[in-house]
């Protein structure tokens, strides 16, 4: 009976940890859960914070961590990635967030989720990953770091103000966009057909089907 009791509580803590008392996202994601985007909202101000130590602005060109959707960008970049690597990045979200079980922070409510704390323990809790002693510890802080560093470069106004924004050009669609998929995107996420095919002075409709495209069409 005791063994049960406390199955139940145990189960009961893990929901409410993992769960519960998450803000809604800002926009809606498809892949990332409410506690995915809480954590990747918080490591983005972590990690980028909007003022230094000596309460200056932290960049005079890049936009503060909190001012980029992280979550968002994040989420659309999972959408291009295979399953076993999709999973492998969500595992690390949940580790980072959910660690404070097995490695706390400083301070009252040193064993509350990542999201859930303060500033200062964020900061503290983060660079005792950097300089843990444990080196899959430090292997995993340089796999999170540089997954938001790739979406905080990411945001359309820091490539601006890098001037790494790429051009904006208008290609249009051929046969070969039609067969094949954008790299990094799987065949059943073309979506172009033959109205869609751009071939001056043809008429892509009255065009003859192409192999392979037919059953889209």
């Not at 009791?5 to 940890?17: S, T």
């Not at 999201?115 to 900061?123: E, F, G, L």
């Not at 899959?136 to 359309?156: E, M, N, P, T």
């Amino acid at each position: 009976m005791f063994i049960l009791v406390a199955l139940i509580v145990l189960l009961a803590f893990a929901f409410v940890r993992l769960r519960v008392g998450y803000p809604v996202p800002d926009r809606p994601l498809v892949i990332l859960t409410r506690a995915e985007a809480a954590f990747l909202a918080a490591a983005a101000a972590t990690f980028f914070p909007a003022l230094d130590e000596d309460g200056r602005a932290a960049s005079k060109v890049l936009r503060p961590g909190e001012a980029v959707d992280l979550p968002g960008y994040m989420d659309d970049y999972l959408g291009q990635l295979p399953k076993r690597q999709r999973f492998q990045i969500r595992a690390l979200l949940m580790l980072f967030e959910q660690s404070s079980v097995v490695f706390p922070a400083r301070g009252l409510g040193a064993f509350k989720r990542f999201s859930s704390m303060s500033p200062a323990q964020q900061r503290h809790v983060m660079h005792a990953w950097a300089e843990s002693r444990l080196y899959l510890r430090r292997v995993a802080f340089i796999a999170l770091k540089a997954l938001l560093v790739l979406g905080y470069l990411g945001d359309d106004t820091n490539l601006r103000a890098l001037g790494l924004a790429p051009w904006e050009i208008e290609s249009p669609v051929i046969e070969t966009d039609l067969i094949y998929p954008s790299i990094g995107a799987r065949p059943e996420q073309i979506a172009f057909t033959l109205e869609d095919l751009a071939a001056p002075g043809v008429d892509a409709r009255s065009a003859p089907p192409l192999r392979g495209v037919e059953e889209r069409t």
